[in-house]
């Protein structure tokens, strides 16, 4: 037993990265736009950082690679290149790499509302991966929980309703089509020394639900992508928050509270960016019965690197026993 606690440590590399926005010329180009490749020479040098300080695992924020590209959806990656990429870089600097999110994009055939002629459409999922060593993919997740901030009319709302009823889009931008959210159960896996990882992505961070579903699969360690900023159209949150002060407090206080509920180790990765553009940083890890093990306060573009001893776990779930007490009781 005491063995089996001693080897459940990891090496982490936890990159707070700025990314090369979508510019104009972006909306003409197809497969590899210039801001790509800026991110993606970026993205290599702090690989080769993390695999020189003997890091097990980079962990790398939300849409790093394309920024947000809500207005230039055909820079979704509808050919899985970008994970082929991160897979070769994998293998070249032997460690594991989890690249963020990639908006994938996939095609599939519904039928016209009242009608017996099919159409094709076009889904986008925002996608994580888990890249090991050898360049295997040991688990992905497709986001569930979406940021709804509705800008669609209810005329695209139930166009969709009806052409498509099995899809439930996201109306974060004025896309009916715009990131769907993925229905399959999520699924934790094993990494090295039998580490049990689960995935999820920004604001899952807000659903308890999200974290059950992993912890009820045994997870260990629940790592998080995030693109979490205060630019959002929302003016009740300028009138009440212009400084971001309480919405900081907010990822804080739920990489914490998630921490213990589910007995585990949570790794939130935030994008960089000034803040006077609505970036807030706030990358951590936090761990019960030792909390905040790693802060960046600032939103600046940062690399650190973490040793994280799991052992603490086994003594978590010795004296909270929520797991336990879980598992005995039903819930409404």
Not at 242 to 247: A, D, I, L, V
Not at 252 to 269: G, P, Q, Y
Request: aromatic residues 10%; proline residues 4%.
């Amino acid at each position: 037993m005491e063995e089996a606690k001693k080897n459940k440590k990891i090496r982490v590399a936890i990159c707070q990265f700025e990314s090369h926005q979508p510019s104009p010329s972006s909306h003409k180009k197809r497969g590899w736009a210039e801001h790509e490749l800026k991110n993606l020479e970026k993205a290599k040098q702090f690989i080769a950082h993390a695999a020189d300080n003997r890091a097990d695992l980079i962990i790398f924020p939300e849409y790093f690679m394309t920024g947000l590209i809500d207005n230039d959806l055909h820079l979704a990656d509808k050919e899985f290149k970008w994970i082929k990429e991160f897979q070769n870089l994998a293998i070249r600097y032997k460690i594991d790499i989890l690249p963020g999110t990639i908006v994938e994009q996939e095609e599939e055939e519904g039928k016209l509302f009242n009608s017996s002629k099919k159409k094709t459409h076009v889904r986008y999922y925002r996608s994580a991966s888990y890249v090991d060593k050898c360049g295997k993919i040991l688990g992905k997740y497709r986001k569930k929980n979406l940021w709804f901030v509705s800008l669609c009319s209810s005329f695209q709302r139930t166009f969709t309703k009806h052409m498509f009823p099995s899809i439930h889009t996201d109306h974060s931008i004025n896309n009916p089509f715009y990131l769907a959210p993925c229905p399959n159960t999520n699924q934790v896996f094993e990494v090295l020394n039998g580490i049990r990882i689960g995935m999820l992505i920004c604001w899952d961070l807000a659903w308890p639900e999200a974290f059950r579903e992993l912890m009820k699969q045994d997870v260990d360690v629940i790592i998080i992508p995030s693109y979490w900023t205060l630019d959002v159209p929302s003016s009740k949150m300028n009138e009440h928050d212009p400084e971001g002060t309480q919405e900081s407090n907010l990822i804080n206080s739920l990489v914490s509270s998630r921490s213990l509920e589910t007995e585990s180790c949570v790794i939130f990765v935030n994008c960089a960016g000034r803040k006077e553009n609505g970036f807030l940083g706030r990358s951590t890890v936090n761990l019960p019965l030792k909390g905040n093990l790693l802060g960046f306060i600032e939103p600046d573009e940062q690399i650190q690197i973490i040793d994280i001893d799991l052992s603490v776990l086994q003594d978590v779930r010795e004296v909270y026993k929520i797991r336990h007490e879980f598992d005995s009781k039903s819930f409404a």
